[in-house]
């Protein structure tokens, strides 16, 4: 049973634009949900990482959207550069120091 | 920030052979580490979560005997891969929880294996 569902799999985008990957999680224990960036041949690296009790964050470029009533969660890339060119994973966990539940990943292209 | 060490980056080795991979928290004391496998362009996979101390636990589908982990200090823990076959061929990684830095997980450089 796939806990965390990500969408979409693979994204082309202009440089400048916006890169919207979107989550979805099934366990309501759930409460920490963090993204994470992995450049080939490197471990994933986090970006940003949201708690239940906010809608939004936002760290630079990266803003991450929660909706807790639908238990979706999506990350936005805004004025996307070709370095931003990874693949991005959402995850889940519930409560401190407990396993990581990963989504199926996102590969991201910017185009110069 | 909080550095996990991983190492080797890279290793090839023979089908039946062993291999050892190690992973490091550089600044922080790690009472848990969680150890993945990769395969190209899919989701890490957990395969288990070792303790300090205390023997690792493993996900459904993971032969313990064939995957050993060590977590003998806060600092170390290690990956042994026994009787490799090309099978066991992919992208190994680890991670670890600085607890006094919250909820952050951070993840090791990877281990890519290749058994021939």
């Known amino acids: 049973q796939q806990q965390v569902k990500q969408s979409p799999q693979s994204l082309i985008v202009q440089k400048g634009g916006i890169s919207i990957i979107n989550c979805a999680y099934e366990?309501?224990?759930?409460?920490?949900f963090p993204w994470y960036q992995q450049f080939p041949g490197k471990g994933p690296a986090l970006l940003i990482a949201i708690r239940p009790d906010v809608s939004e964050k936002k760290e630079g470029r990266f803003t991450i959207s929660f909706n807790k009533s639908a238990k979706q969660f999506s990350l936005h890339i805004m004025d996307s550069q070709p370095g931003d060119s990874a693949t991005y994973f959402c995850?889940?966990?519930?409560?401190?120091?407990?396993?990581?539940?990963f989504g199926g990943g996102t590969r991201v292209l910017v185009k110069p | 920030g909080a550095v996990v060490s991983q190492h080797p980056s890279r290793v090839i080795c023979k089908s039946g052979t062993s291999v050892k991979i190690e992973c490091r928290s550089l600044d922080f004391q790690a009472t848990t580490m969680f150890w993945y496998r990769q395969f190209p362009k899919q989701s890490l996979m957990l395969m288990a979560t070792s303790n300090e101390g205390s023997k690792a636990t493993y996900e459904q589908g993971v032969e313990k005997d064939k995957f050993l982990i060590n977590h003998a200090s806060l600092t170390l823990s290690t990956l042994t891969v026994t009787s490799a076959h090309p099978e066991d061929s992919s992208f190994y990684i680890c991670?670890?929880?600085?607890?006094?830095?919250?909820?952050?997980?951070?993840f090791g450089s990877g281990t890519r294996l290749t058994v021939v």
């Open positions: 991670s670890a929880r600085d607890a006094g830095a919250g909820y952050g997980y951070t």
């Open positions: 366990n309501t224990a759930f409460d920490y």
């Open positions: 995850a889940a966990s519930k409560a401190a120091g407990n396993k990581l539940t």
